[in-house]
T-cell receptor, first 111, second 115 residues
Framework: KQEVTQIPAALSVPEGENLVLNCSFT??????LQWFRQDPGKGLTSLLL?????REQTSGRLNASLDKSSGRSTLYIAASQPGDSATYLC??????????FGTGTRLTVIP | NAGVMQNPRHLVRRRGQEARLRCSPM?????VYWYRQLPEEGLKFMVY????????ESGMPKERFSAEFPKEGPSILRIQQVVRGDSAAYFC?????????????FGEGSWLTVV
């Protein structure tokens, strides 16, 4: 059964720092991997989607990488801002039409 | 084009009552998914439906929970005789077709509190 783990569970950084969030999954038979952002009491906002055949995706200050064979993905956030404070969720899509989510990394960017 | 709409956004029920959560998918989407997020846990898949069909309910608790997506109207997640452990955020998502190949869009969630 697919299991998704995110490390660290929480992270506090001063504004302006670059940071990396980690995601690992146990079964490499995935179609894609997606990073989401969740604000308190809110829904999920999709940030980046990496197909299984891709190695990375970039959007603005965000860069996500995927190493399918080792079951790992990283989300790199450059020049962090207080508005980046949120919980970041990693999810992998399997052939069963459902997403397996990690428990998230709660990021706080301190002004 | 409105996104995935869920209502109510917040619902309080006493133990033993019924909870009904509604989800209107994005326009043109005929595939609906329900996920549950328990406190301090990740989202867990519950059920995947197409119009009038349950495709995969492997994540649904065997008792008290049911879901439907009728030909007309929203998808409904129904929880009978709620217990405190049902308190969670319930997220609906929709897509135009089966994934992969179709992006899944999430609603803003319905927060159920059982008192």
């Amino acid at each position: 059964k697919q299991e998704v783990t995110q490390i660290p569970a929480a992270l506090s950084v001063p504004e302006g720092e670059n940071l990396v969030l980690n995601c690992s999954f146990t079964d490499s038979a995935i179609y894609n991997l997606q990073w989401f952002r969740q604000d308190p009491g809110k829904g999920l906002t999709s940030l980046l989607l990496i197909q299984s055949s891709q190695r990375e995706q970039t959007s603005g200050r965000l860069n996500a990488s995927l190493d399918k064979s080792s079951g790992r993905s990283t989300l790199y956030i450059a020049a962090s801002q207080p508005g980046d404070s949120a919980t970041y969720l990693c999810a992998v899509l399997t052939g069963a039409n459902n997403l397996f989510f990690g428990t998230g990394t709660r990021l706080t960017v301190i002004p | 084009n409105a996104g995935v709409m869920q209502n109510p956004r917040h619902l309080v029920r006493r133990r033993g009552q019924e909870a009904r959560l509604r989800c209107s998918p994005m326009k043109g989407h005929s595939h609906v998914y329900w996920y549950r997020q328990l406190p301090e846990e990740g989202l867990k898949f519950m059920v995947y439906l197409q119009k009038e069909n349950i495709i995969d309910e492997s994540g649904m608790p065997k008792e008290r929970f049911s879901a439907e997506f009728p030909k007309e109207g929203p998808s409904i997640l129904r929880i009978q005789q709620v217990v405190r452990g049902d308190s969670a955020a319930y997220f609906c998502a929709s897509s135009a077709g089966p994934s992969p190949g179709n992006t899944i869009y999430f609603g803003e969630g319905s927060w159920l509190t059982v008192v």
